[in-house]
């Protein structure tokens, strides 16, 4: 079984920062990419930001140039920095992570989410 577990949400004023961090754990064969999402009431859930196996990453626009993606790949851990943040950053922030994974001694990739952690920017 797999488990994501998000810590570092929050309350923030405006220009802030925070930081983020989900740790995959669970029978874990290979991590193919992790990133967050966010979801803000009445919206859907939009993808934030990405990185692969082998260190590439993509952002929203919104977030580019603010935001900082990382990951650690020998603790199966993935960090978001987020720095001059914004109101309209307000939202559930849900980790994800595409991997392979024992599931019933077989390896099978799968999408995994975290229970969402929640980030208000306000003043």
């Known amino acids: 079984q797999v488990q994501l577990v998000e810590s570092g949400g929050g309350l923030v004023q405006p220009g802030g920062s925070l930081r983020l961090s989900c740790a995959a754990s669970?029978?874990?064969?290979?991590?193919?990419?992790m990133g967050w999402y966010r979801q803000a009431p009445g919206k859907q859930r939009e993808l934030v930001a990405v990185?692969?196996?082998?260190?590439?990453?993509n952002y929203v626009d919104s977030v580019k140039g603010r935001f900082t993606i990382s990951r650690d790949s020998a603790e199966n851990t993935v960090n978001l920095q987020m720095n001059s943040l914004k109101p309209e950053d307000t939202a559930v922030y849900y980790c994800?992570?595409?991997?392979?994974?024992?599931?019933?001694?077989?390896?099978?990739?799968?999408?995994?989410w975290g229970p969402g952690t929640q980030v208000t920017v306000s003043s």
């Open positions: 994800n992570a595409r991997l392979v994974a024992v599931v019933g001694a077989i390896p099978l990739e799968q999408n995994y």
């Open positions: 669970g029978t874990i064969l290979k991590i193919n990419a």
């Open positions: 990185i692969g196996k082998a260190g590439g990453t």
